[in-house]
């Protein structure tokens, strides 16, 4: 069982940056592709970015590439992701979550664990 723990978000201005966390318990980290989806009020929860377990390889959304970035350390047990040049349209609820393969994936449905969620609103 893995517990995920979201913290960082926030509201911000356009242009603006933050950096979101994600503590995870379990001893087996390394082994977990993560990744960061997020859901905005009224729409459905959709992909944002994911990195594989081991290696580094990694994987964005088009409507954030160029502008987040994940990372994660796996000592720490945590995942990382930078959001840079804000939009208003990036607010939503910002989830993390787990999944029991190193591989990437953009499909919610194949994470097996998430997070709480952090919200992260942004001011035009």
């Known amino acids: 069982q893995v517990q995920l723990v979201e913290s960082g978000g926030g509201l911000v201005q356009a242009g603006g940056s933050l950096r979101l966390s994600c503590a995870a318990s379990?001893?087996?980290?390394?082994?977990?592709?993560m990744g960061w989806f997020r859901q905005a009020p009224g729409k459905e929860r959709e992909f944002a970015a994911a990195?594989?377990?081991?290696?580094?390889?990694?994987s964005y959304a088009d409507s954030v590439k160029g502008r987040f970035t994940i990372s994660r350390d796996n000592v720490r047990k945590t995942v990382y992701l930078q959001m840079n040049s804000l939009k208003p349209e990036d607010t939503a609820v910002y989830y993390c979550?787990?999944?029991?393969?190193?591989?990437?994936?953009?499909?919610?449905?194949?994470?097996?664990?998430w997070g709480q969620g952090t919200q992260v609103t942004v001011s035009s």
């Open positions: 379990g001893r087996t980290f390394s082994s977990y592709g």
């Open positions: 979550a787990a999944r029991n393969d190193l591989a990437l994936s953009d499909d919610p449905r194949r994470y097996d664990y």
């Open positions: 990195i594989r377990g081991i290696g580094g390889s990694t």
